[in-house]
């Protein structure tokens, strides 16, 4: 038979995307932040499929500019693989990829009301825009990982 090859894309920031972490209040207006995260994006075809996981550790600190306006920013560091199966698994791509040490920046709205404010100990939901820049290596080539994030936040 013949097999049929058709291009795909596998970008980082391209799907949706898990973090869990931890939030340790300095004052009144400025955090630190600690998180790990969860990625994974999979292109698939009939007979073979890529996959690039992603498990980023972040150090993040944030002032509080109003109760609902924070900005942020900070260090990233990311741990992937490209695993394949079917006929793309001698692919040269596969394998673990190194990252450098990124930057983080963010931009986060927290609807609150008057007993969920900054400081308090009542749950915060809000939206963020983040922005992340890093380059992954891999057999001596580098690629950027740069993207941005649009998502949801808790804090509790």
Excluded: C
């Excluded at 980082?12 to 990625?39: E, F, H, K, N, S």
């Excluded at 109760?67 to 698994?89: L, N, P, Q, Y």
């Amino acid at each position: 038979g013949t097999t049929q090859v058709l291009p795909f894309q596998v970008t980082a920031g391209g799907g949706p995307q898990i973090r869990i972490g931890a939030d340790y209040r300095l004052g009144d207006r400025i955090t630190v932040q600690g998180a790990v995260g969860m990625y994974a994006s999979e292109p698939m075809g009939i007979n073979g499929s890529v996959t690039l996981s992603n498990n980023p550790v972040e150090l993040l600190a944030f002032v509080n500019l109003t109760d609902a306006f924070r900005v942020g920013g900070g260090i990233r560091k990311s741990f992937a693989r490209m695993a394949a199966t079917g006929v793309a698994e001698s692919w040269s791509g596969t394998g673990y990829y190194d990252s450098n040490v990124g930057s983080v920046a963010e931009l986060q709205y927290l609807f609150a009301s008057d007993e969920a404010k900054p400081g308090r100990s009542r749950a915060q939901f809000g939206v963020s825009a983040r922005w992340v820049n890093e380059t992954f290596t891999h057999n001596a080539s580098s690629y950027s990982g740069n993207h941005y994030e649009l998502g949801l936040v808790l804090y509790y």
